[in-house]
């Protein structure tokens, strides 16, 4: 008898705490929720007063004004092209180089890893002029080298993917040095494999960075054909009518990449927070 009381008194605790995260669930997606509606409504219907959670009829004009009477679709490529070449880039760059930090024995390695730890204390802003000026002396303005190049490594990727290579058994060392397995050899044919989780984090991370980034490429680019994604949500606010069912259409369209990433990597994503975290 004491025992079921304690199951139903239990069973009511877990609906409580179900009903109270539920809300904040709605909650927090009450803007997404209020961004696509409000890209199918006409121009009229977005800043209506009493507002209207639905459109009344449902409306393209939004769509097909960031389409046709902007060049969205170029901003979009740029976007995927820099993204997806960040995330690509700093995976293997630095992978090699937390390989090196976790499993190759080099004098000064620890100091070396704590200065690479120490950047990470750096603002962006800080440096932006002096990448400036580098990225301007090799010619890159308004080119894709500008956009990628000096991101294409990172401390705390390496941070990250050394702590998972910490907890990779040294037997596995042993075993491909014994048969002649040279070290990137050893890193691209067993490390990755096994480190598949930290990997997709890292490319994640990376990917979600260069995405919303808007300080650097406003500051490099100013051909309209180079602009990307979150420059080109800004020039759509630079009329002096704004055209508030376009703009959220295309808050929608910028959102859908990353939601679609990472429905297909969160639970590998889930897996190399909790993993890379155990081991210091």
Do not use: C
Request: charged share 15%; glycine share 4%; net charge positive.
């Amino acid at each position: 008898m004491l025992l079921s009381r304690r199951n139903k008194r239990h069973r009511v605790y877990i609906l409580i705490i179900e009903i109270i995260l539920l809300v904040f669930v709605v909650l927090i997606n009450l803007p997404f929720f209020w961004m696509i509606s409000a890209s199918f409504k006409m121009k009229n219907e977005v800043l209506a007063y009493p507002p209207r959670v639905f459109p009344s009829k449902i409306n393209f004009d939004g769509y097909k004004y960031i389409w046709t009477l902007v060049p969205f679709a170029r901003y979009f490529f740029n976007s995927v092209v820099v993204s997806v070449s960040i995330a690509v880039s700093k995976i293997i760059l630095s992978s090699i180089a937390a390989f090196a930090f976790a499993k190759i024995p080099f004098k000064g390695k620890n100091t070396i890893f704590y200065i690479f730890l120490g950047t990470m204390m750096i603002p962006f802003e800080v440096i932006v002029i002096p990448d400036y000026i580098i990225v301007n002396a090799f010619g890159w303005l308004d080119t894709y080298w500008a956009l990628i190049v000096p991101f294409t490594v990172g401390a705390f990727s390496i941070f990250l993917l050394r702590q998972f290579f910490l907890g990779i058994p040294t037997d596995l060392d042993d075993a491909a040095e014994i048969d002649g397995a040279g070290k990137l050899r050893y890193l691209f044919s067993i490390i990755y494999p096994l480190s598949k989780p930290a990997l997709l984090t890292v490319g994640l991370y990376a990917f979600l960075a260069s995405w919303n980034s808007f300080l650097w490429p406003l500051i490099v680019t100013n051909k309209d054909e180079m602009r990307v994604i979150q420059i080109g949500l800004k020039a759509l606010q630079d009329s002096w009518m704004i055209e508030w069912n376009a703009l959220t259409a295309a808050s929608t369209v910028a959102t859908v990449p990353i939601i679609i990433l990472f429905f297909f990597v969160q639970k590998h994503f889930l897996e190399g927070i909790s993993i890379t975290g155990l081991k210091a």
